[in-house]
């Protein structure tokens, strides 16, 4: 986070001056149009608003706001769109799970392959993304990048693919 005391847009717009790309986190409440005239590069965008991976009772909800963000990715030119284990909210976990289950990852693997054949239709990659669960996430079930790898593994699926969080595996607590 930088350029805070800025607006939004003109956050984006200094960090692509500065040579950056952009990582774009909740788009529902922003100027699309706005964003895509700063010329900005947007390396990768949230790519779901609801549900949980794992949960079999919320991940058609996973999928189905997926493909409600695909037009927004596809007019800033993003092909990267970030999904994590869980549902968050303000980046915490929506539900907390400290103990993971078997369903649970045939229903994440499950899941993501449907995001990767949604992904293919659109030609975006859906990106699971490892979440620190002792840093600042916790709850999150099935977050480390071992996990999450094992995940894609399982989907098997071209457009679903592992979005390691390097800052958090380089200070030994994302793996």
């Known amino acids: 986070m930088v350029f805070t005391d800025l607006p939004f847009t003109e956050r984006v717009r200094r960090i692509h001056e500065a040579g950056f790309d952009v990582e774009l986190w909740d788009s529902r409440t922003k100027d699309i149009g706005a964003l895509t005239a ?7 965008m949230t790519g779901y608003t609801a549900g949980s991976l794992v949960d079999p009772d919320s991940a058609d909800e996973v999928v189905r706001t997926a493909e409600t963000l695909i037009p927004t990715a596809l007019e800033l030119g993003v092909s990267r769109m970030v999904v994590h284990p869980a549902e968050l909210i303000d ?3 929506a539900r907390p799970v400290y103990r993971s289950s078997g369903h649970m990852w045939s229903t994440g693997a499950r899941t993501l392959e449907r995001l990767g054949r ?4 659109y030609g975006v990659t859906f990106c699971l993304e490892n979440l620190n669960t002792i840093l600042d996430h916790p709850g999150i079930p099935l977050a480390r990048a071992k996990d999450t790898l094992a995940l894609v593994q399982a989907a098997g699926h071209p457009n679903a693919r592992l979005m390691l969080d390097l800052y958090h595996a380089q200070m030994g607590r994302g793996t």
């Open 38 to 44: 700063t010329g900005a590069v947007f390396s990768s």
């Open 118 to 121: 949604l992904g293919e239709k």
């Open 91 to 93: 980046g915490q976990a």
